[in-house]
């Protein structure tokens, strides 16, 4: 497997603070890579970078081959390498289909021109972003919830919904931000599901920050650990926890 997500040598510092420092990780294709670490280890930061939402200082970035350092977050967006957002409070009261088809296509129904001067065109299309959002919705198993406010939605559903935007958009690889913050335990297991579906039936890479170890532990392989912005181990989950050096920065020196 070859690299998909390359992050080279990047620093990023806020202030006097160098949050990121020197970090190099690789994301393989077809893989679905964990990113752990204690609180204010940087992660957060990192997919930022990645996903072109904050520049970096130093360092390179590349996605399938492609320098994309700096690319904002629209562009990355259509290549393909992606993150989910929680559902804005503007969108809460429209369903679930409708959040759905919101998400940002190719859609000439976009120009104004197509609108006028070819309405049949623009209505095939909008037919044809609808039966694609109610795919998704039938991957997910969210039909029973296709035409309910997104806001009405339970914590997993919401999330489930998160993952269907991303699906709408054809991504090649999509970073997950803490999804597992707040689902409720079957719910959560829906998630993780779905998350190994969509990696073996449509081949997504993906990479996931995760405060839940069992989520890390059923869905991720390998698993970086990030601290103090640099990487300190990868490897198997399991090497991971045996790793004496991991232990001590999660739980400090008294836990042996
Ligand atoms: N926009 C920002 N401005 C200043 N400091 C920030 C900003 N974002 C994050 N930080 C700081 O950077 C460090 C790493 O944060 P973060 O990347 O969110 O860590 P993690 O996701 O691993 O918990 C923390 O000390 C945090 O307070
Ligand atoms: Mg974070």
């Given at each position: 497997m070859s690299?998909?997500?390359?992050?080279?040598?990047?620093?990023?510092?806020?202030g006097h603070l160098k949050v990121i420092n020197d970090c190099s990780i690789q994301v393989k294709e077809g893989s679905i890579t964990?990113?752990?670490g204690p609180n204010g280890a940087g992660k957060s930061t990192l997919f930022n970078i990645i996903a072109g939402n904050l520049p970096a200082d130093e360092g390179?970035?590349?996605?399938?081959?492609?320098?994309?350092?700096n690319t904002p977050a629209d562009q990355l967006f259509h290549k393909g390498l992606l993150r989910t957002f929680q559902i804005a409070h503007e969108f809460s009261s429209m369903t679930s289909l409708e959040n759905l088809m919101m998400v940002p296509g190719n859609q000439s129904g976009e120009s104004i021109i197509n609108t006028w001067f070819k309405p049949g065109l623009v209505r095939s299309e909008e037919l044809q972003v609808r039966q694609r959002a109610l795919d998704v919705i039938d991957f997910l198993s969210l039909g029973h919830v296709k035409n309910e406010l997104a806001g009405n939605l339970s914590g997993g559903q919401k999330k489930l919904l998160e993952l269907g935007r991303t699906m709408m958009a054809n991504p090649r690889v999509?970073?997950?931000?803490?999804?597992?913050?707040?689902?409720?335990?079957?719910?959560?297991?829906?998630?993780?599901?779905?998350?190994?579906?969509?990696n073996k039936e449509l081949g997504y890479t993906f990479l996931v920050i995760e405060h839940d170890m069992d989520m890390i532990a059923r869905l991720c392989n390998p698993v970086i650990v990030l601290a103090q912005g640099a990487?300190?181990?990868?490897?198997?989950?399991?090497?991971?926890?045996?790793?004496?050096?991991?232990?001590?920065?999660?739980?400090?020196p008294e836990v042996h």
């Open positions: 690299s998909i997500i390359d992050v080279r040598n990047v620093s990023k510092s806020f964990g990113l752990i390179s970035i590349h996605f399938a081959g492609e320098d994309i350092t999509v970073l997950l931000d803490e999804i597992a913050a707040g689902v409720n335990r079957t719910l959560l297991q829906d998630l993780i599901a779905n998350i190994q579906r969509l990487v300190m181990i990868e490897g198997t989950i399991e090497e991971i926890q045996n790793n004496a050096e991991v232990v001590e920065a999660y739980f400090g």
